[in-house]
């Protein structure tokens, strides 16, 4: 049997970052960004009043309580000011440019609020509520480099600096495929035989976690060549597709049966529990990286995990191959199968304690929903008694 080990390199040699496009701004969301972003001007670019008062001459108001006439009203996108001479305040708001002359802001709480004239009842030192131009980005500043992810306060600095457009590895897109004659929708009434259909579900959800775009392409049954169809028809908005079931020893197996005569797709066994049978490869003249996944729903969500998430990442432009596993100390005892290392159900608790949960089962989505962790048991260890201390991944 293959290792995890070996199963991850071979899928990281394949799948190559997807290449940068100019994306328009609101597409940016959880792209990569794949150049230096600099500010064309200083940021804030004008001095300017970080509160709503009166902009003055700090030293006209050392004495205070003091009245001085207000001779302007400044609001934030003014433009014609007047200059604040001696003995004078203008009202100011937020945001708004300081006038020349002026050389604090006394916020409107510490006055009368006059229009005409403003009694002002305690002093202020010179800068007091000034934000200075420069102060947040200077003029050529580096704001976000390349290998960013942008997020919401990535986007911002972006609009922030005047860009409409920026070059970004995008989300990348997958489509996600299960397989099952036996599979219904949820929200129908079942059958004898079936059960409503769930992996796609997660997968999708795992993929949107995972900073790429997943688009369910439903269920299809058991025939290979209604697979094919489908795959044929997704191949072209795809740059991942992902399939769940039919990969393992029965006689329906749609997946294995469709993609094994093309022979860039490979069915093997990784040393590992769940999800020991797993499909790897491309399709196309793009290559398009698949992920064959099986249909037990907690070995399609561990594979996920363990395969899917590292590639989307290289496909991101990110590295970070390694899931980081924290230690923690069992409070159950768990058995694991000689030569595949186990990815165990658990809830990790905030005092370090990590307690598996009832239902190691791969069909058992429930206990799985109930987890927050997976514990590794490695492949030469079959027994773990209570207490004992084990590597966990967050899930
Ligand atoms: N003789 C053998 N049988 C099996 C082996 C084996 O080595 N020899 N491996 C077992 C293991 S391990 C796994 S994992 C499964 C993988 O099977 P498939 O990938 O072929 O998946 P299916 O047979 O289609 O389904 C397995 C199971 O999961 C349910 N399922 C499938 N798709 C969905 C879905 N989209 N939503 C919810 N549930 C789904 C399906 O009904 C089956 O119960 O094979 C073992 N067998
Ligand atoms: O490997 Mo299967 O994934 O145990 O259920």
Redesign the pocket.
Known sequence: MKSVEEHLAEILATVRPLAPLELELEQTLGATLAEEVTSPVPLPPFDNSAMDGYAVRAEDVAQAPVRLPVIDDVAAGSVELRAVGPGHAVRIMTGAPLPVGADAVVPVEWTDGGTASVLIDRPVEAGNAIRRAGEDVQSGEVVLKPGTVIGPAQLGIIAGVGRRRVWARPRPRVVVI???A??VEPGTSLLPGQ?W????YTLAAAVREAGADGFRAG?VGDDPAVLLDQLDTHLVRADALIT???????AY?PVKQALSPLGTVQFEKVAMQ?G??QGFGVLGEDRVPIFAL????V?SFVSFLLFVRPALNKMRGLSGDVLETVTAQVTGTLRSPAGRRSFLRGVLAADGTVSPVHGQG??QLAALAMANALIVVPEDVTEVAEGASVEVIRI
């Open positions: 299960s397989t099952g036996e599979l059960i259909e769930s992996n796609s269920s769940s079931g039919g990969v393992s020893m029965g197996e769940p020991m049978p099986p249909g037990n729903p070995s791969s069909h």
